[in-house]
């Protein structure tokens, strides 16, 4: 082989780096902060991690724009 050729390269296909998707923060308003306050004080018959949970549940569905009926609502029906 001469110095002219070329060696074939091997081509290796990397795959870019995992990109984190970023979550957009949606805060809540103090109304719905409130509303979801007194709506926890209520339940006095769910154990913590229950309360935890429901907690947790209606938050999310608050920050998409819902009041605590609606998600209550949606919750039940499930």
């Not at 007194?38 to 309360?51: A, G, I, R, T």
């Amino acid at each position: 082989m001469s110095d002219t050729e070329e060696q074939p390269t091997e081509i290796v296909d990397t795959p870019p780096p995992p990109v984190k998707k970023k979550r957009e923060g949606v805060k809540m308003t103090d109304k719905q902060k409130n509303d979801l306050t007194k709506y926890m004080n209520k339940q006095s018959n769910l154990s913590v991690s229950e309360k935890r949970s429901l907690r947790m549940k209606l938050m999310a569905r608050q920050r998409k724009g819902m009041s605590i009926n609606k998600a209550l609502k949606e919750l039940n029906s499930k």
